[in-house]
Nanobody, 114 residues
Framework: QLVESGGGLVQSGGSLRLSCVAS????????AMWYRQAPGKERELVAA????????NYADFVKGRFTISRDNVKKTVSLQMNSLKPEDTAVYYC?????????WGQGTQVTVSS
């Protein structure tokens, strides 16, 4: 399973760091991603990192502001979010995938006030 933490309320321009800890899976063989879903909108990919942490990808709307990283010893994946904007307000979900096997976290709320 995946368990997220680190969400909360922050002012525009502020920072938050989300963390996701994995258990019950060989995490170092799974790619990891962060998705988000705002009210009334579809879930969208925010950032992705491969199983060993060599390659990362970001959605255009977070490039230069968010950084994804992982620690396979601690079985965690993190999302450092800087220069937050009100439009970043959403529930953020941790996702891990290897072939047809995939896991989702329960989500953590991020609210950015203007």
């Amino acid at each position: 399973q995946l368990v997220e933490s680190g969400g909360g309320l922050v002012q525009s321009g502020g920072s938050l760091r989300l963390s996701c800890v994995a258990s019950g899976l060989p995490f170092n063989t799974y790619a990891a991603m962060w998705y988000r879903q705002a009210p009334g909108k579809e879930r969208e990919l925010v950032a992705a990192i491969d199983s060993v942490g060599f390659r990362t990808n970001y959605a255009d709307f977070v490039k230069g502001r968010f950084t994804i990283s992982r620690d396979n010893v601690k079985k965690t994946v993190s999302l450092q979010m800087n220069s937050l904007k009100p439009e970043d307000t959403a529930v953020y979900y941790c996702h891990s995938k290897r072939g047809p096997a995939e896991y989702w976290g329960q989500g953590t709320q991020v609210t950015v006030s203007s």
